[in-house]
């Protein structure tokens, strides 16, 4: 059974919406150990922005099932 959780993870708000939510998931899988197979629920820009990546990436707050 999925259990659902909340963590911020950075992604390019740039992007068509599936690839940010697919970096999302990538994100909280790379950064998680153990939390495999990544279905992101919600995601809201915090309004944070992380400028040492490039393209500069958001962070986001995420609700996720695994």
Avoid at 40 to 65: L, M
């Amino acid at each position: 059974m999925a259990e659902t959780r909340r963590t911020k993870a950075l992604a390019n708000p740039a992007q068509p919406h599936s690839a940010l939510l697919r970096e999302l998931e990538r994100y909280i899988e790379a950064h998680n150990p153990g939390v495999t197979d990544v279905n992101v629920v919600s995601a809201t820009d915090t309004g944070q922005a992380d400028a040492g990546h490039k393209p500069v990436r958001h962070w986001y707050q995420v609700t996720y099932e695994s």
